[in-house]
């Protein structure tokens, strides 16, 4: 449907089980219709690009209740509405989303696991109360629309609960952590085992793709014996099974994969334990020594990894971790997502964008998407393994970042703060409740950088996409220092709105220690006290308030060598000498746009 307004219907209110009589006399002009699909008019014949073709002048259009006939409305018509009630619309056909998506995961039947728990806490989003409510203070502008609000906000905290309620529920069924960490280690430890090199060379005793594992596309992966023993095994032992009742399902499920596969290479075999005279041919023997031999590989194998089983007990204190790459809802993050039943810290700031580009992805049913850095209270024998595990690796920059213990107390914001602005130097309220005066550190920038090219408009003499063009390739930098510069900025948005920018400003909270830095992203809103600044184009925008703003300039290099989605979001900003020292050692120079790094 149209991008203008969300999909909503009555059977999206039913499953809600509430009544909005103000929503559903909402009317538009429309032609069309009679069978047909329904037009939004236009006030003359004159089209621009994308209009739909069919679109009839409003002479011929008449009013019908937009909740009736949404889903029979053209798809390139825009459906445009006043404000209070597209607010309105769109928290409605929010919480109808979400409500629909709860039901669908409380009939799901699949087996219950961490990776899908973190999954169903991460439709929950960074922001979503917070964009909810303030749909609901747009709607209730309008005093016809008051009761509908009021319905809305109830229904939504409605849904929080039982979001939280079935969440909960989820949890206790999915495998005990401790026992699964304990199981995860066995399986690592025994790789090198001889039980482990045995059931490769029954994997190569067949030679054959698997009968279990199938694709979608492409050919189907070959048979491992040993990502089959253990797996099963792994699951079945963090789900609480005994070790009697976990090597029967290991064995159930080899024989779903072994049972009257022919041997197509002999030499894998071990020493014959029967003659061959008793069999019609050598392959008919070579069938019946590999019956014999794989259960018995197969009870080894399970036996060995009991041997190296041994469930972690959960002594250690809590302590805070800072993890990047959150939520973790990837198929790699499977064996790390038992980290989202541990409640979050503080705020979540941006760290990259997800793209789903390869099958590993694709086929494990990870989504596209921003992510972020969050900091997490975990259990501290878990956060002490993840320490261990992540220095055994290297080359691979950390992904987590252990801090002190967890106090469950105001202490503990304080110290998740510290830890966020070592991913991302500027957190939501940075600057807020501060007059809206610059401080001199800021004033001196602000001079030293206008010593450089600053981009101006005169009237007359050039035209506003030129200047844009010269913010946006780095040849200029906007620098706010009274209404005018606001005006500018706010003229040349329709042209630089897409671009990638970069934002020089002082970090830190009130009060605190500050930091100079350098923010990548796209310029979102323009406020008269602030700018709302997306990092990277891909995440919600933050509020910088505009004492804070040393200047705005291009980033044309911003994702040079290196791929879209490992581009940095922000860099130290090297601080410029004072406005005198710089002239007394440039001069008669122009200083061009100073650079921060290799961006400009």
Known sequence: MTDSLPSLDTSGLTTLGIALPALAAIRVALTGGRGAKFHVPVSDLR???????????????????????????????????????DALWRAA???????????????????????????????????????????????????????????????????????????????????AVDAFNGARDAVRRSQGSPERHALDQVSAAVARTSRTRTRMFGPDPDLDVWQVVSGVWLASRSQGASAGRGAELVRAAAARELDGVPVVDVTRLPPPSTGGGAHASPAAWADHEFALWWPRAVAEACRRLEEEFEAESAQAPTRLLLVHDWPLTGARDAPVAYLAASPVVGPVVPHGYRRVDDYVSWSGGDSAGPSYSAVIAAPGHLVAKLEKEQAAVRDTPPRFVAAGRSTGRRADL????????????????????????????????????????????????????????????????????????????????????????????WCGPAGGEKVWASLFGTLDTIEGTGLGFSPAGRHRP???????????????????????RTASLWEPYEALPPLQETAARERGRIRAVPSSGDSR
């Open 47 to 85: 089209r621009g690009y994308g209009d739909c073709r069919y679109a009839k002048p409003s002479t011929d259009a008449a009013t019908f209740a937009l909740l009736e006939v949404f889903g029979d409305v053209c798809k390139k018509c825009a459906i445009v509405l006043p404000d209070p009630a």
């Open 542 to 564: 933050v509020r910088v308030p505009l004492h804070r703003v040393v200047a705005l300039t291009g980033a044309p290099r911003w994702d040079d060598q290196h791929p879209y």
């Open 414 to 505: 304080e110290a998740a703060k510290r830890l966020l602005r070592t991913a991302f130097p500027f957190l939501p309220g940075d600057g807020d409740g501060e007059p809206a005066v610059p401080s001199p550190q800021v004033q001196e920038q602000r001079r030293a950088r206008a010593a450089g090219h600053r981009i101006h408009l005169i009237a007359g003499d050039e035209r506003p996409y030129r200047v844009a063009s010269a913010l946006t390739d780095g040849y200029g930098s906007w620098i706010p220092e009274g209404s005018g510069d606001l005006e500018l900025l706010e003229e040349l948005l329709p042209w630089v709105h897409r671009r990638v920018l970069r934002l020089d400003a």
């Open 93 to 175: 056909a929010f919480a109808t989303r979400r409500a629909a998506a709860l039901e669908r995961a409380r009939n799901d039947t699949a087996v219950r696991t961490w990776l899908g728990y973190a999954r169903l806490t991460a439709r929950h989003q960074t922001g979503d109360d917070e964009q909810f409510a303030a749909w609901l203070t747009r709607a209730r502008t309008d005093r016809k629309l008051a009761r509908d609000a009021r319905t809305l906000a109830a229904v939504w905290k409605c849904l929080a609960a039982d979001t939280t309620g079935f969440l909960e529920e989820y949890a206790a069924g999915c495998p």
